[in-house]
């Protein structure tokens, strides 16, 4: 946490940038030492948020060196893994600051399935993997419904639900991998969800996609919100260009805050 603190009471600012953890095993180099090799820093997330959060300290820090003094405290808070709670712990393709009102609700599902354990020989109904895979197979169908509309031009990738296989885990283990001649009797596998904040909450049972009095978890992107107009100003005072205001198809905290009745809003760079 890095504070740049004012004495006046008005509500203070947070800056949120993020941090993920690594596959330390997949990299040739360490992932968090930032590697100098022939002019080139290899290290985890040069592309991905770690930028936005350099730049925080950058601009206060060049702040600070004028003496300027802000109106409001600001927060900068580093987090791990915002789209998965943070417990363990990109850059704009065009010439344009990409603009993000809204984020899509991450979600964690779990399908568990039970059968009659038997001989891999043998054919019978209700073992764990045929019905483990009577639900892959209708989530499958659903993914291909959702994954058209956004071939078909219809909506961005972010504007529909996402849904991703991301572990199958099944089998009897043996001391070289598995018993290949052994049906199991318990199969699992995961998926993550990413809900927009206009998507239907009917779809999954329980869910937080809005908030109180059923008001969308979005951010106002016009003049009746003061934190628009004062970005949107200081980008064009630079000579920079705003893209189409849009949802994040990951999660920057946007749900969080404005589950809390905050208003908030991401941004990324150009290159």
Known sequence: MVRFKHSTSIDSLQ?????????????????FS??????????????????????????????????????????????PEEEIGGFDGQASPGDEYRFFYGDRTPWNLIIRAEGIPGHGAKLYDNGAMENLMK??????????????????????YSEVVSINPVY???????????????????AEVGYDLRLPPMADPDIIEKGKLKVHLGSLIMTQTDDSNPWWFIFK???????????KPEILGFDYGCTLYSQFGNSSFGFLFND
């Not at 993920?20 to 095993?25: L, N, R």
């Not at 001391?175 to 290949?180: A, D, I, P, R, S």
Request: net charge positive; proline share 6%.
């Open 168 to 186: 199958l885990k099944a089998g009897t283990p043996s001391t070289n991998g598995f018993v290949m001649n052994m049906q199991p009797s318990k």
């Open 135 to 156: 639900s892959v197979e209708l989530i499958a169908r659903f993914r291909e419904t959702q994954f058209d509309i956004v071939k078909a031009g219809k909506a961005a």
């Open 233 to 243: 100003q200081a980008v064009e005072a630079t000579g920079g260009k705003l893209a």
């Open 34 to 79: 930032a590697h100098r090799t022939d002019g080139r820093i290899y290290a985890h997330g040069a592309q991905d948020d770690k930028c936005i959060g350099v730049q925080y300290l950058e601009a206060i820090k060049n702040l600070k060196s004028r003496g300027f003094s802000p109106l409001r405290t600001i927060h900068i808070s580093y987090v």
């Open 15 to 31: 800056l949120s940038p993020r941090s993920v953890p690594a596959e330390f095993e997949e990299w040739l180099r360490p992932p």
